[in-house]
């Protein structure tokens, strides 16, 4: 199976502030990654396809990048409505499989 | 509207089989497949399988035999059968759209998700 290692597992941001959260595939998986938010009591929600496309109604605030094996999502200035978990996602080959999640509060 | 809800009968008993429905709208389950996931403690995913818009399936290996989905394309039903529950089942399962592009598949809507709570 693909694994995922997703960084770092928790992070505290204050508003307006910058952050990264990266996955890293044990193999390459080309494009085939997507990222998701779970607000608090919610089910997850799609942000961003194909490593570095924004989905739909998803604020600009959000973008994805890729270098080789290593995917990241980084979100400029936060909000408060960001608060949530963050997951990525391979789609390159079953099983799917998921990065263990990042949790991001605020300060 | 794409909408996707999953119902179930929430607590469950060890070694009982475990029968989850998941109910779409908005679109035809013989255009899109649907994807079971669950959450373990309120954060790991992990992919369960899924059916095809052609009715076939695929599933996560770690469920070796004992996951079962299947459809009814004239309900717009999803079912999703476990057998053998444990402990280690419990968390909340969720059923969700896959959409596939140029960039590749993708869940693009996702069920509220329903608890499942194993205990004796």
């Known amino acids: 199976d693909i694994q995922m290692t997703q960084s770092p597992a928790s992070l505290s941001a204050s508003l307006e502030e910058i952050v990264t959260i990266t996955c890293q595939a044990s193999?390459?998986?080309?494009?085939?990654l997507s990222w998701y938010q779970q607000q608090p009591g919610k089910s997850p929600q799609l942000l961003i396809f194909?490593?570095?496309n924004l989905a739909d109604g998803v604020p600009s605030r959000f973008s994805g990048s890729r270098s080789g094996t290593q995917f990241s999502l980084k979100i400029s200035r936060i909000q408060v409505e960001d608060i949530g978990i963050y997951f990525c996602?391979?789609?390159?080959?079953?099983?799917?499989?998921f990065g263990g999640g990042t949790t991001l509060e605020l300060k | 509207q794409v909408q996707l809800k999953e119902s179930g009968p929430g607590l469950m008993q060890p070694s009982q089989p475990l029968s989850l429905t998941c109910t779409v709208s908005?679109?035809?389950?013989?255009?899109?497949?649907v994807h079971w996931v669950r959450q373990h403690s309120g954060k790991n995913l992990e992919w369960m399988g899924r059916v095809w818009s052609d009715g076939h399936t695929s599933y996560n290996s770690a469920f070796t035999s004992r996951l079962s989905i299947s459809r009814d394309t004239s309900t717009s039903q999803v079912f999703l059968k476990m057998n053998s529950l444990q402990t280690e089942d419990i968390g909340t399962y969720y059923c969700?759209?896959?959409?596939?592009?140029?960039?590749?598949?993708?869940?693009?809507?996702w069920g509220q998700g329903t608890s499942v709570t194993v205990s004796s």
């Open positions: 908005g679109f035809s389950l013989t255009s899109y497949s």
């Open positions: 969700a759209r896959n959409y596939f592009s140029t960039s590749g598949h993708v869940m693009d809507a």
């Open positions: 194909g490593a570095t």
């Open positions: 996602l391979q789609a390159y080959r079953a099983p799917w499989t």
């Open positions: 193999q390459d998986i080309d494009n085939w």
